[in-house]
């Protein structure tokens, strides 16, 4: 298995656009997640997926901040429109966990390193 | 709410040696406790986990920690110490669920940067 697939593995854009990051979990895991990593803050989870259906998005920062899984195989997490502040590495993570066992470890892509001017 | 507390920001250890990366948690209920890895550029690996049992837990790369409940500490150690073991380590934190779906979150801390000196 390829592990999580993330794209881009950088994306440099300028203020006001919008910025989408794609994910591709490990086949058969039915729980994804985003993170946030940045200096100031460390690790943050911005929303989980459980068979492709927000269950928790409390972390999701404000309005500009969208995430989607139209299917079990793909998801995005879109910034419009992007502000600086918004630069960060973001990571995707992919985990065969249910509700009911949350022990199961995460697997984590390489992450995209976003860069808001 | 739970939440992970690293102390230490950086460990600086001579290869050969034996590590130390400390964590303590806070989480009501029975915890469930990982430490994962993060290498430069790259995103986390799992290393462990504590679910049930037997308080010393091993994982790879010699990497083992050990579940204090009294107080609410899970370190990571390895008794010699590499220089490729140089990265950046989390430990992180979920209480066990009852049954049905419900919100997941692992909570991590803030990472513990540890650097093998040849």
């Known amino acids: 298995d390829a592990g999580v697939i993330q794209s881009p593995r950088h994306e440099v854009t300028e203020m006001g656009q919008e910025v989408t990051l794609r994910c591709k979990p490990i086949s058969g895991h039915n729980s994804l997640f985003w993170y946030r990593q940045t200096m100031m803050r460390g690790l943050e989870l911005l929303i989980y997926f459980n068979n492709n259906v927000p269950i928790d998005d409390s972390g999701m920062p404000e309005d500009r901040f969208s995430a989607k899984m139209p299917n079990a195989s793909f998801s995005t997490l879109k910034i419009q429109p992007s502000e600086p502040r918004d630069s960060a590495v973001y990571f995707c993570a992919s985990s065969p966990t249910s509700g009911t066992s949350s022990h199961n470890e995460q697997f984590f892509g390489p992450g995209t390193r976003l860069t808001v001017l | 709410a739970q939440s992970v507390a690293q102390p230490e920001d950086q460990v600086n250890v001579a290869e050969g040696n034996p590590l130390t990366v400390k964590c303590t948690y806070s989480?009501?209920?029975?915890?469930?406790l990982f430490w994962y890895v993060q290498y430069p550029n790259r995103g986390l690996q799992f290393l462990l986990k504590?679910?049930?049992?037997?308080?010393l837990v091993k994982g790879s790369y010699g990497f083992e920690a050990e579940f204090n409940k009294s107080q609410t500490s899970f370190h990571l150690k390895k008794p010699s110490a590499l220089v490729s073991d140089s990265a950046l380590y989390f430990c992180a934190v979920t209480r066990r669920r009852g049954s049905g779906a419900g919100s997941y979150q692992l909570t991590f801390g803030k990472g513990t940067k540890l650097s093998v000196i040849p």
């Open positions: 504590y679910i049930t049992g037997d308080n």
């Open positions: 989480v009501s209920g029975n915890p469930y």
